[in-house]
């Protein structure tokens, strides 16, 4: 894997290539863009490319340098990432006990710290006080999807390399590459992973969300004799990992919206084209305000799971205002 390798980011990475090549690199980076579409793998191709013993600026595959990088067993690379929610200061901690050692060889220490946002404060301050007097063979790389929650006194002594969502085509091909599946599902899965490559394996790993999405659109349906199914979908969603409760939502959402673009003839711009004629068929069972409501019942629901409160009340209560709208009174 190198800069050759890496879909979709040129524009990122002939930032940082220019700032290799014209010898300004800077002490520290932001990768910042939406999760799942390269800046950790840019970021160890950055390293690559900064310690490659032949000098090759995209970093060269072969030399012992960029084979280490590559297992992630060279040390002058270190990834840090949330144990537990968060990053915290005893990580830190160990990291700059280590870069009081000599480096050990090659040219740059490389320290991607992943999910930077669950930098925990006191990990920040210490993170600051490295940037405030780093060692001079040292460039970090901080990765996030949500730069607003970094302290700006962080932001400020980064360059930030922004990312963007990859195109459908784009996911398409590297779920070519990566999957088995047949090209039916590939179109479907680039179109429901909207970019992120990250979003599109977890169909390709887990045959499970894509029966779940069929649970979802049999309710979609408005079949009262399966409500009860909901709480059965609650319970068992609620055991899930939180992102991955969000990618069910997030199918749930898709579509909604499918079903609001179809009612104003849309059809070019759905996503579950799989679904078209149904979807055309239930899209008068739907009204806009419905589907509105429907639409902010969800988005709701993905905060109030954030924040900690009973997933399973919250799914439950979430799927009865979109079956039963007509219960809601609204002042
Ligand atoms: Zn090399």
């Not at 930077?116 to 210490?126: G, I, P, R, V, Y």
């Not at 806009?288 to 924040?307: D, H, M, N, P």
Request: include cysteine; glycine fraction near 4%.
């Amino acid at each position: 894997m190198n800069f050759n390798t890496v879909k979709g980011q040129n524009l990122s990475i002939e930032r940082i290539q220019a700032d290799i090549e014209q010898g300004r690199i800077c002490g520290a980076y932001l990768f910042s863009g939406p999760p799942g579409v390269g800046k950790k793998m840019v970021a160890i191709c950055f390293a690559k490319a900064l310690n490659c013993k032949k000098n090759n600026f995209r970093g060269c595959e072969e030399c012992s340098s960029c084979l280490k990088m590559e297992k992630d067993a060279h040390p002058n690379l270190r990834i840090i990432f949330p144990e537990k929610e968060s990053i915290k200061i005893e990580q830190i901690r160990n990291l700059k006990a280590e870069s009081g050692y000599k480096i050990y060889e090659g040219k740059r220490r490389v320290w991607i710290i992943d999910e930077a946002d669950k930098l925990t404060q006191e990990a920040a301050n210490s993170l600051l006080k490295i940037m405030e007097e780093p060692p001079s063979d040292l460039i970090l790389v901080l990765i996030t999807h949500i730069p607003r929650t970094l302290p700006s006194t962080i932001i400020s002594r980064c360059r930030t390399i922004q990312f963007s969502r990859l195109a459908d085509r784009e996911v398409t091909e590297i779920l070519r590459e990566k999957s088995v599946l047949s090209n039916n599902l590939i179109s479907l899965v680039s179109q429901l992973a909207r970019g992120s490559i990250s979003e599109a394996l977890k169909f390709t790993q887990s045959e499970e969300i894509l029966r779940e999405r069929e649970v979802i659109f049999n309710l979609i349906k408005k079949n009262k004799s399966l409500s009860s199914q909901v709480f059965k979908l609650s319970e068992r969603w609620s055991g899930k990992q939180r992102a991955d409760i969000e990618t069910l939502l997030n199918i749930l959402l898709f579509f909604l919206r499918d079903i609001l673009i179809l009612k104003v003839d849309g059809q070019a711009f759905i996503f579950n084209r799989d679904k078209l004629t149904d979807l055309l068929n239930l899209k008068d069972n739907y009204s806009f305000s419905t589907l509105y409501r429907s639409i902010e019942a969800v988005e709701q629901s993905k905060v109030f799971i954030k924040a900690n409160v009973s997933t399973q009340l919250v799914l439950e209560t979430t799927w009865m205002k979109i079956l039963y709208p007509e219960q809601l009174t609204y002042p």
